[in-house]
């Protein structure tokens, strides 16, 4: 498998500075970056807003720091 290119690209949660469950979730070559949720404004789900957009500022740094 690894001669075939497979987990090229993998992150390993515990290589990150901060890990995260994204790191290792969906980092997988191939994989869409699908968007399964999509927080309100309102209530609860505004805080969950700003705590999966700080999570994806993380992954984006993370993805900079590889290239």
Not at 27 to 53: D, N, V
């Amino acid at each position: 498998m690894r001669d075939l290119g497979y987990g090229k690209d993998y992150r390993y949660a515990h290589d990150e500075a901060r890990p995260t469950l994204r790191a290792s979730a969906t980092s997988r070559t191939g994989w869409s970056r699908r968007e399964f949720y999509r927080p309100t404004e309102r209530g609860l789900e505004a805080k969950i807003r700003e705590r999966l957009e700080h999570l994806r500022e993380l992954d984006r740094a993370g993805r900079a720091r590889k290239k």
